[in-house]
């Protein structure tokens, strides 16, 4: 078992994230980067817009990802051991192009009930201050849920442009990541990310969210695959396991999937954005 040190649990509890855990080798880290540019190649649009979501369930170079036991011994230690995987998704930032993530918590529009679960960003690429990474308000998880204003900004990664202002840069940290090293971040936590100024893509897989069996979703559907442990619950349908790259069978799942979703990311909003 790898489960996070007390030292670990502390530093989450307290800042709202903890960084880096090293999770993956190099090797397997630039497979998920083949995998994804080989999807990029051969399905041309498929990983636009909406499409970045669930690539687990066509793919199974990410499924295994998300059940990887160094990733779950970290994550159970946060949410405990009945552990469910309800969605994914790429967050990528080409080289020199606009994207960024304006600051926000996941938990205001995601749904999920309590708030017993996790994101795992994993980097697929390293990430750092020089490409856009990801950067934490620490301690702002104690708080509650802030007020978001909705910019459906062309550039933002963010589905509405979902945006808390004020946010002191200075005091927010930088979540450093090597290739292969995942971060795990609270639903509350406020946090961001800015322009990739590198000449690479950086790439993050994120299992956003690993959740316990006990979390419900209360604005809509989604699909979910047992990571770890029993589910006493039973909130949620089962996506299948993908069988190889792109089957039929699990498109049509996954389309079906990315539906449901985007029906959950836009309640109760006006205006839809372009993820
Ligand atoms: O990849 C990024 O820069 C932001 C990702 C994010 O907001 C998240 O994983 O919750």
């Keep these: ?8 649990i502390n530093f989450y509890n307290e800042k709202g994230y903890v960084a880096p855990i090293d999770v993956l080798s190099i090797q397997e880290a630039n497979e998920i980067r083949e995998e994804i540019e080989i999807i990029e190649k051969k399905w041309p649009n498929a990983l636009e817009g909406l499409g970045r979501n669930y690539v687990h369930m066509i793919s199974p ?6 059940l990887n036991n160094k990733i779950l011994d970290a994550v159970e230690s946060i949410i405990g051991k009945n552990i469910l995987i309800c969605g994914t998704t790429l967050f990528i930032k080409n080289a020199n192009e606009k994207g960024f993530v304006s600051f926000h918590q996941d938990a205001k529009y995601i749904g999920l009930e309590p708030h017993n679960w996790v994101t795992a960003w994993i980097a697929v690429t390293n990430s750092n201050e020089e490409n856009g990474c990801m950067r934490m308000w620490p301690g702002s998880h104690k708080e509650d849920l802030k007020n978001h204003e909705q910019k459906f900004d062309e550039d933002n990664l963010l589905t509405r442009g979902q945006t808390i202002e004020n946010v002191p840069i200075e005091e927010t940290d930088p979540v450093i990541l090597k290739a292969g090293q995942m971060s795990l971040h ?15 893509r950086r ?8 959740i316990g069996s006990n979390v419900d979703q209360v604005l809509g559907k989604i699909y979910v695959q047992k990571a770890r442990g029993e589910d006493n619950h039973k909130f949620h349908e089962y996506s299948n396991v993908p069988k190889s790259l792109m089957a039929k069978d699990d498109i049509k799942s996954w389309n079906k999937a990315k539906d449901e979703l985007s029906k959950i990311f836009y309640s109760g909003a006006t205006k839809k954005g372009k993820y």
Excluded: K
Aim: aromatic letters at 6%; glycine letters at 8%.
């Design 1 to 8: 078992m790898t489960n996070l040190s007390d030292q670990q």
């Design 61 to 66: 170079v990410l499924n295994n990802v998300c």
């Design 186 to 200: 609270h639903p509350t936590v406020v946090h961001g990310s800015g322009l990739n100024r590198s000449n690479d």
């Design 203 to 210: 790439i993050g897989f994120v299992v956003q969210s690993y």
